[in-house]
Protein backbone atom coordinates (compact mmCIF):
# COMPACT_ATOMS: atom_id res chain seq x y z
CA UNK A 1 0.00 0.00 0.00
CA UNK A 2 1.49 3.54 -0.73
CA UNK A 3 2.12 5.75 2.19
CA UNK A 4 1.58 9.35 2.51
CA UNK A 5 3.51 11.17 5.58
CA UNK A 6 1.72 14.09 6.51
CA UNK A 7 3.31 16.52 8.76
CA UNK A 8 1.51 19.26 10.90
CA UNK A 9 2.74 21.41 14.02
CA UNK A 10 1.26 22.56 17.30
CA UNK A 11 1.12 26.19 17.85
CA UNK A 12 0.25 28.64 20.43
CA UNK A 13 -3.02 29.52 21.41
CA UNK A 14 -2.95 33.20 20.53
CA UNK A 15 -2.96 34.69 23.98
CA UNK A 16 -0.64 32.10 25.88
CA UNK A 17 2.65 33.08 24.29
CA UNK A 18 4.97 33.11 26.61
CA UNK A 19 8.94 33.49 25.70
CA UNK A 20 12.27 32.38 27.48
CA UNK A 21 14.03 35.62 27.69
CA UNK A 22 17.49 33.57 28.10
CA UNK A 23 17.13 31.58 24.71
CA UNK A 24 14.88 33.89 22.75
CA UNK A 25 12.80 30.97 21.77
CA UNK A 26 9.03 30.26 22.37
CA UNK A 27 8.33 28.26 25.86
CA UNK A 28 6.33 24.91 24.08
CA UNK A 29 6.46 22.92 27.14
CA UNK A 30 4.15 25.44 29.23
CA UNK A 31 1.99 26.63 26.01
CA UNK A 32 -1.43 25.45 24.86
CA UNK A 33 -1.29 24.33 21.74
CA UNK A 34 -3.96 24.12 18.42
CA UNK A 35 -2.70 22.70 15.40
CA UNK A 36 -1.71 25.08 13.19
CA UNK A 37 -4.50 26.26 11.06
CA UNK A 38 -2.69 26.00 7.09
CA UNK A 39 -2.34 22.72 8.34
CA UNK A 40 -6.10 21.84 8.09
CA UNK A 41 -5.64 21.78 4.70
CA UNK A 42 -3.11 19.31 4.33
CA UNK A 43 -5.07 17.33 6.39
CA UNK A 44 -8.50 17.50 3.85
CA UNK A 45 -5.89 17.11 1.25
CA UNK A 46 -4.40 13.50 2.63
CA UNK A 47 -8.04 12.35 3.36
CA UNK A 48 -9.23 12.98 0.13
CA UNK A 49 -6.35 11.17 -1.70
CA UNK A 50 -6.36 8.23 0.80
CA UNK A 51 -10.20 8.02 -0.08
CA UNK A 52 -9.74 8.05 -3.88
CA UNK A 53 -6.73 5.99 -3.93
CA UNK A 54 -6.17 3.82 -0.64
CA UNK A 55 -3.48 5.33 0.84
CA UNK A 56 -1.61 4.45 4.52
CA UNK A 57 -1.31 7.80 6.26
CA UNK A 58 1.31 8.65 8.58
CA UNK A 59 1.06 11.84 10.90
CA UNK A 60 4.06 13.17 12.21
CA UNK A 61 5.46 16.15 14.11
CA UNK A 62 7.97 17.29 16.13
CA UNK A 63 7.73 18.86 19.79
CA UNK A 64 7.09 18.42 23.40
CA UNK A 65 4.58 15.42 24.49
CA UNK A 66 2.09 18.21 25.06
CA UNK A 67 1.55 18.09 21.06
CA UNK A 68 0.45 14.43 21.42
CA UNK A 69 -3.17 15.50 21.93
CA UNK A 70 -3.04 17.03 18.46
CA UNK A 71 -1.83 14.25 16.94
CA UNK A 72 -4.62 12.36 17.93
CA UNK A 73 -6.98 14.40 16.90
CA UNK A 74 -5.53 14.38 13.41
CA UNK A 75 -5.41 10.19 13.79
CA UNK A 76 -8.91 10.82 14.35
CA UNK A 77 -9.80 12.20 10.83
CA UNK A 78 -7.12 10.64 8.30
CA UNK A 79 -4.11 9.17 10.16
CA UNK A 80 -3.30 5.38 10.69
CA UNK A 81 -0.15 5.77 12.30
CA UNK A 82 0.79 8.72 14.78
CA UNK A 83 4.83 10.00 15.36
CA UNK A 84 6.38 12.12 17.33
CA UNK A 85 9.94 13.68 17.08
CA UNK A 86 10.45 14.84 20.77
CA UNK A 87 14.55 15.60 22.32
CA UNK A 88 15.63 18.83 24.82
CA UNK A 89 18.27 18.32 21.44
CA UNK A 90 15.25 19.89 18.99
CA UNK A 91 14.53 22.94 21.45
CA UNK A 92 14.72 26.22 19.79
CA UNK A 93 15.40 24.66 16.16
CA UNK A 94 14.82 27.31 13.23
CA UNK A 95 13.50 26.19 9.83
CA UNK A 96 16.62 24.46 8.70
CA UNK A 97 17.21 22.69 12.07
CA UNK A 98 13.76 21.75 12.03
CA UNK A 99 13.25 20.43 8.65
CA UNK A 100 16.78 18.35 8.87
CA UNK A 101 15.32 16.29 12.06
CA UNK A 102 11.80 15.85 9.75
CA UNK A 103 14.13 14.91 6.97
CA UNK A 104 15.25 11.99 8.69
CA UNK A 105 12.18 11.01 10.23
CA UNK A 106 10.87 10.77 7.07
CA UNK A 107 13.82 8.85 5.13
CA UNK A 108 13.23 5.98 8.15
CA UNK A 109 9.25 6.15 7.08
CA UNK A 110 10.59 4.71 3.81
CA UNK A 111 9.32 3.95 1.49
CA UNK A 112 6.54 6.75 0.47
CA UNK A 113 4.58 8.49 -1.82
CA UNK A 114 3.76 11.97 -1.06
CA UNK A 115 5.03 14.09 1.73
CA UNK A 116 2.34 16.64 2.62
CA UNK A 117 2.37 20.01 4.67
CA UNK A 118 0.89 23.04 5.50
CA UNK A 119 1.78 25.91 3.52
CA UNK A 120 3.35 27.83 6.36
CA UNK A 121 2.71 27.94 10.28
CA UNK A 122 1.29 30.75 12.04
CA UNK A 123 4.28 31.31 14.62
CA UNK A 124 7.08 31.29 12.02
CA UNK A 125 5.29 32.66 8.38
CA UNK A 126 7.99 31.68 7.01
CA UNK A 127 6.84 29.12 4.85
CA UNK A 128 10.19 27.60 4.41
CA UNK A 129 9.57 24.24 6.41
CA UNK A 130 8.26 22.18 3.05
CA UNK A 131 10.86 23.21 0.90
CA UNK A 132 13.83 23.05 2.80
CA UNK A 133 12.99 19.46 3.54
CA UNK A 134 12.25 18.47 -0.04
CA UNK A 135 15.70 20.13 -0.59
CA UNK A 136 17.37 17.60 2.44
CA UNK A 137 15.12 14.95 0.83
CA UNK A 138 16.50 15.22 -2.68
CA UNK A 139 12.99 15.26 -4.21
CA UNK A 140 10.91 18.03 -6.04
CA UNK A 141 9.11 20.59 -4.05
CA UNK A 142 5.57 22.12 -5.11
CA UNK A 143 4.11 24.53 -3.16
CA UNK A 144 0.72 26.30 -2.69
CA UNK A 145 -0.40 23.25 -4.49
CA UNK A 146 -4.38 23.15 -4.87
CA UNK A 147 -5.00 19.55 -6.15
CA UNK A 148 -3.64 16.56 -6.77
CA UNK A 149 -4.84 13.49 -8.84
CA UNK A 150 -3.36 10.37 -10.46
CA UNK A 151 -3.45 10.44 -14.06
CA UNK A 152 -2.02 6.26 -15.61
CA UNK A 153 1.71 5.98 -13.86
CA UNK A 154 1.84 9.59 -12.45
CA UNK A 155 0.91 12.27 -10.53
CA UNK A 156 -1.23 16.05 -11.65
CA UNK A 157 -0.25 18.83 -9.26
CA UNK A 158 -2.14 21.88 -9.83
CA UNK A 159 -0.48 24.71 -7.86
CA UNK A 160 -1.64 28.43 -7.37
CA UNK A 161 0.99 31.07 -9.11
CA UNK A 162 1.14 34.58 -9.14
CA UNK A 163 -0.66 34.93 -12.40
CA UNK A 164 -3.20 32.20 -12.17
CA UNK A 165 -2.96 28.31 -12.30
CA UNK A 166 0.05 26.01 -13.26
CA UNK A 167 -0.39 21.87 -13.81
CA UNK A 168 2.42 19.96 -13.27
CA UNK A 169 3.08 16.33 -13.91
CA UNK A 170 5.53 14.67 -11.53
CA UNK A 171 6.87 11.61 -10.43
CA UNK A 172 6.55 10.40 -6.66
CA UNK A 173 8.05 10.65 -4.33
CA UNK A 174 7.51 14.58 -3.80
CA UNK A 175 6.89 17.21 -1.53
CA UNK A 176 4.28 19.38 -1.29
CA UNK A 177 2.55 22.59 0.50
CA UNK A 178 -1.03 22.72 0.66
CA UNK A 179 -2.64 26.26 -0.39
CA UNK A 180 -4.85 27.39 2.26
CA UNK A 181 -7.42 28.16 0.11
CA UNK A 182 -7.60 24.95 -1.23
CA UNK A 183 -10.92 23.75 0.31
CA UNK A 184 -14.04 25.20 1.55
CA UNK A 185 -14.86 22.43 3.44
CA UNK A 186 -12.18 20.36 5.97
CA UNK A 187 -13.67 17.40 7.92
CA UNK A 188 -14.16 17.52 11.63
CA UNK A 189 -12.76 14.32 13.75
CA UNK A 190 -14.24 10.70 13.70
CA UNK A 191 -16.08 9.84 17.14
CA UNK A 192 -15.11 6.73 16.43
CA UNK A 193 -11.67 7.43 15.36
CA UNK A 194 -11.20 9.36 18.59
CA UNK A 195 -12.05 6.74 20.84
CA UNK A 196 -9.82 4.25 19.58
CA UNK A 197 -6.94 7.31 19.28
CA UNK A 198 -7.70 7.34 23.36
CA UNK A 199 -5.92 4.28 23.95
CA UNK A 200 -3.31 4.22 21.30
CA UNK A 201 -0.25 5.99 21.85
CA UNK A 202 2.07 7.90 18.93
CA UNK A 203 5.56 6.14 17.97
CA UNK A 204 8.40 8.40 19.89
CA UNK A 205 11.45 8.65 18.41
CA UNK A 206 14.77 10.59 19.92
CA UNK A 207 17.78 12.40 18.30
CA UNK A 208 19.60 8.91 19.42
CA UNK A 209 16.94 7.10 16.93
CA UNK A 210 17.46 8.71 14.17
CA UNK A 211 21.14 8.94 14.08
CA UNK A 212 21.01 12.63 14.03
CA UNK A 213 24.50 15.23 14.17
CA UNK A 214 24.17 17.55 17.08
CA UNK A 215 25.85 20.02 15.73
CA UNK A 216 22.74 20.38 13.29
CA UNK A 217 20.05 20.49 16.19
CA UNK A 218 18.10 22.90 18.40
CA UNK A 219 19.98 26.27 18.36
CA UNK A 220 22.97 25.14 17.74
CA UNK A 221 22.13 23.89 14.12
CA UNK A 222 19.87 27.09 13.87
CA UNK A 223 21.87 29.64 11.73
CA UNK A 224 18.79 31.92 12.36
CA UNK A 225 19.27 33.69 15.47
CA UNK A 226 16.52 35.58 17.22
CA UNK A 227 18.14 38.88 18.35
CA UNK A 228 15.22 40.29 21.19
CA UNK A 229 11.40 38.92 21.36
CA UNK A 230 9.35 40.19 23.77
CA UNK A 231 5.57 39.57 25.26
CA UNK A 232 3.02 42.07 24.10
CA UNK A 233 1.44 43.59 27.15
CA UNK A 234 -1.76 45.44 26.56
CA UNK A 235 -2.85 48.11 28.73
CA UNK A 236 -6.50 49.19 28.36
CA UNK A 237 -7.71 51.93 30.84
CA UNK A 238 -11.15 53.05 30.96
CA UNK A 239 -12.85 56.16 32.16
CA UNK A 240 -16.30 56.21 34.08
CA UNK A 241 -18.30 59.58 33.45
CA UNK A 242 -21.36 60.03 35.14
CA UNK A 243 -24.17 62.44 35.31
CA UNK A 244 -27.57 62.86 34.19
CA UNK A 245 -28.18 61.84 30.13
CA UNK A 246 -27.45 65.65 28.99
CA UNK A 247 -24.52 65.96 30.61
CA UNK A 248 -23.37 62.53 29.51
CA UNK A 249 -23.61 63.02 26.10
CA UNK A 250 -22.05 66.57 26.13
CA UNK A 251 -19.23 64.94 27.71
CA UNK A 252 -18.85 62.22 25.70
CA UNK A 253 -18.65 64.32 22.28
CA UNK A 254 -16.14 66.37 23.82
CA UNK A 255 -13.98 63.61 24.97
CA UNK A 256 -14.00 61.63 20.89
CA UNK A 257 -13.32 65.35 20.16
CA UNK A 258 -9.97 65.87 21.89
CA UNK A 259 -9.05 61.79 21.27
CA UNK A 260 -10.24 62.62 16.90
CA UNK A 261 -12.23 59.99 16.50
CA UNK A 262 -15.08 62.40 15.65
CA UNK A 263 -14.37 66.22 14.07
CA UNK A 264 -15.80 69.09 16.19
Not at 98 to 114: D, E, F, G
Not at 175 to 193: C, G, H, M
Request: proline share 8%.
Amino acid sequence: MEKIILCIKGVPKPGTVKVDPKTHTLKRESLELILNPPDRQAIEMTARLKETYGFKVYVITMGPPNVIPLLKEVYGIVADEMVLLSDRAFAGSDTLATSYVLAQAIKRLSPYSLVLMGLKSIDGETSQVPPETAALLELPSLTHVKAIYKEENSWVVIRQTEYGEEELEVNPPFVASILPEAFDYLRPPSLKRLLEAKVKEPMVLAANDLDLIPERLGLNGSPTQVVDVFEKKIEIKGQVIEGDPSFLVEKLVSVLEQKGIINP
